[in-house]
């Protein structure tokens, strides 16, 4: 049995992960990652930086991206649920503008890989989630971007009704954040 699926998404390079999980009386061992296997599956990349957030239901985080010192990001929950987002922000990209967001939890043990050039933003969906990523550049508080969560032009289909959310909770960073009409001629360095 391979150790990881790649499941493809509408947004060509953004991919889920399924690795496989060994189930017994005592609980379960998985693999999250592992070089040389994403190197098979055609994941070559250095990854330099661990994090690790805790958040309670209702807080949306995001959505965030680099501009420069983009960051390639490998996500996944560890605790709870939530619902995580990416949008491409690649500028010569087809889905361009587009998102594409899936559940993730300690159940499902889905993972998603996101490329630099995309925007990345989640909302917690159980009492409590612990959301771990790794990523491929260092944190730059100069280059810190982002889209407000409910921009109508890019239109996430947030899943607030059906957990029984009625506004998200946002940092006030994030709750300042621009739309994506004010910041697209500022995206051109990515696929150059």
Known sequence: ???????????????????????????????????????????????????????????????????????GKLVRVIRGKVFDVAVDLRPDSPTFGKWYGVELSEENNLMMYIPEGFAHGFLVLSDVADFVYKVTDYYCKECDGGIIWNDPEIAIKWPLKEYGIENPILSEKDSKLPLLSEIKDKLEWWGK
């Open 1 to 71: 049995m391979a150790r990881f699926e790649v499941m493809e998404t509408p947004i060509k390079e953004l991919i889920l992960i399924k690795p496989a999980v060994y189930r017994d009386e005592r609980g379960f061992f998985m693999e999250s990652y592992n070089e040389k296997e994403f190197r098979a599956i055609g994941l070559d990349m250095k990854f330099v930086q661990d994090n690790h957030s805790r958040s309670k239901k209702g807080v949306l985080r995001g959505l965030h991206f680099q501009n420069p010192h983009a960051q």
